[in-house]
């Protein structure tokens, strides 16, 4: 399976922010719309990402609050991508590795994108799933053996 797949199912809604954005109004983005990450845009290109984990480490440093500053001051700037044609089978483990709960989906400087944790888990488990429900139809359909006859 293919990061395009993913795509694909989750559909084309893209939500993104400037780096001179006010922190408080990209939270009150994030909580409009349930979402848990902000793909922050310049001049047409990716230049960070703003997740609730950054959120979180700015309102733990300013005491409640999530201050007056920017998406710029507290975005990650270098947050780790991959491109529609990844596979699945790779990004698991990138996804893993280095924490990350989202991440934008690049081809070449083109942002296709954001896919999260869940997407990922939900796709493998929905893959699990058909696979599973393929097996007990095989399975259920297995031909049945003719007993031999009594008298041989």
Request: hydrophobic share 40%; aromatic share 6%.
């Amino acid at each position: 399976m293919k990061v395009s797949d993913i795509l694909r199912v989750k559909g084309g809604t893209l939500y993104t922010v400037s780096p001179d954005e006010s922190l408080a109004r990209a939270v009150d983005t994030m909580a409009q719309f349930d979402i848990g990450s902000l793909a922050v845009m310049a001049n047409g290109n990716l230049v960070g990402m703003l997740t609730f984990r950054e959120v979180l480490h700015t309102i733990a440093k300013n005491g409640g609050s999530v201050g007056n500053g920017t998406v710029g001051t507290v975005m990650d700037d270098q947050p780790m991508s991959c491109s529609s044609d990844t596979d699945l089978e790779q990004v698991r483990p990138m996804m893993l590795e280095k924490h990350t709960r989202y991440m934008p989906v690049m081809d070449n400087k083109m942002l296709m994108g954001v896919i999260s944790f869940y997407d990922v888990a939900k796709a493998v488990v929905d893959s699990q799933n058909f696979e599973n429900q393929m097996l007990k139809a095989y399975i259920r359909d297995w031909p049945r053996e003719e007993a031999p006859p009594e008298n041989a």
